[in-house]
């Protein structure tokens, strides 16, 4: 059934798909049998698939990734379709329309998408609102927080505290963005010292409230083993609770989309099939280099349960669709869900 909506969605530009997709879901749902029967198709509900990581209780390890979900609108529909957690954003203080359009590609050929959406969302005041109004039993829920795009980098740890205050009580943890390509100067952060200053202020303000919350911090998969190396020792050094290994990729190398067209594209983060060594191979350095003393959630080119396994295998406590969602489809959720009670 998929396969024939998908080649109906990719006649739609990307950004057009995935709103029309959302609001034909809206639609269906206010009908009362849908959502159940969405839910016995796709869900797997099973206790062995339940995992318990960071003091919160998944029920399953397949969650969905950033960026899809940026303004907290479709978690109703996101949760039927099987995810065991649901992460929203980047949410950034201030509202902001992103970047000019067109700024979302697919790379039919590689199985791949180059975004350069530049942290589009209504602001954490708008997310907060809906988010007040969720009441899923079960339903994790992430909060990946970043800066506004005309907020200096010296200034930048006052929209991560902003975030991070404003949602405190309506998501269950935090992902620190300081990875994406598409908002300029914030792969800067990356660096030791203003990423230790940004991530110790959280955690100064986390340790004073009665139930604080797992902070995480997503890296891009362009770090080389030295910028790796750093990174584990700001996680053990400021005690947060992991990393999400990994965000696209500013690479164009092996790609079977002909050059012209890719470079008629220009920049942005390259996600799916050709990211899912790069990330498997960061998951892994992380995790040994590391001793597997936190908590890793594994993303980046999977789009089959032997590649959810190979994270899962390479150290990963849990992982993260998003590309891999769009071209298979919500039986990826149940086929991986599958292969692990195997």
């Given at each position: 059934?998929?396969?024939l909506?998908?080649?109906l969605l990719f006649k ?5 798909a995935?709103?029309?997709?959302f ?7 206010k ?6 029967f969405?839910k016995n198709l796709?869900?797997v509900?099973n206790?062995s698939?339940v995992?318990n ?11 969905l990734a950033a ?5 907290a609108k479709?978690i109703e ?5 099987g995810?065991?957690?649901i ?5 950034t203080?201030?509202?902001q ?5 067109p ?9 791949a ?5 530049g942290?589009n ?5 708008a ?7 969720i009441?899923?039993?079960?339903l994790?829920?992430g ?5 506004n795009?005309?907020t200096p ?6 929209d991560?505290v902003y ?5 405190f009580?309506?998501?269950h943890y935090f992902?620190v ?5 598409n ?5 800067s952060?990356q ?8 991530l110790?202020s ?7 409230k009665?139930n604080?919350?797992?902070?995480l911090l997503?890296i891009a998969?362009d770090?080389?083993e030295?910028e790796?190396d ?5 996680v053990l ?8 290994a ?6 164009r190398a092996?790609l079977k989309?002909?050059k012209q067209?890719v ?5 942005g ?5 050709p990211?899912t060594e790069k990330?498997?191979?960061?998951i892994?350095y992380?995790?040994?280099?590391s ?6 959630i594994?993303?980046?080119g999977i789009?089959?349960?032997n590649?959810a396994?190979?994270?899962?295998n390479a150290g990963?406590?849990l992982?993260?669709?998003y590309t891999?969602f769009i071209y298979e489809?919500?039986s990826?959720i149940?086929?991986?869900c599958?292969?692990l009670?195997r």
């Open positions: 059934m998929y396969k909506l998908k080649y739609l530009q990307p950004e057009d995935h709103n029309f997709t609001k034909c879901l809206h639609i269906l749902f009908i009362p049998f849908v959502k159940l969405t796709y869900a509900s206790p698939l995992k990581v960071m003091g919160l209780t998944f029920q399953n390890p397949v969650g960026g899809f979900d940026k303004d479709h529909q996101l949760h039927a379709l995810f065991g957690f992460e929203i954003g980047t949410v203080p201030k509202s329309p992103g970047n000019d359009k700024r979302l590609f697919r790379l039919i050929e590689d199985e998408i180059i975004n350069r959406m942290f969302n209504e602001g954490a005041d997310a907060v609102e809906r988010l007040q109004k009441n899923i039993p079960g994790i829920i909060g990946n927080i970043g800066k795009k005309i980098n010296e200034e930048a740890v006052n991560y975030c991070f205050n404003a949602l009580d309506v998501v992902v963005n300081v990875s994406s390509p908002t300029p100067g914030l792969r952060l660096e030791k010292e203003p990423l230790k200053h940004i110790n959280l955690q100064n303000i986390n340790n004073k009665s604080p919350k797992p902070i997503k998969p770090l080389n030295q790796l750093d990174i584990v020792e700001i050094e400021t005690k947060i609770a992991g990393v999400i990994t965000n696209t990729t500013i690479s092996h989309t002909a067209i470079e008629s594209i220009g920049a983060g390259l996600s799916g099939k990211v990330s498997t191979h960061v892994k992380l995790s040994q280099k001793n597997k003393q936190f908590v890793i594994g993303v980046g789009h089959s349960e590649d396994l190979e994270k899962i990963a406590d992982v993260q669709l891999g489809g919500p990826l149940k086929r991986i599958k292969t009670l």
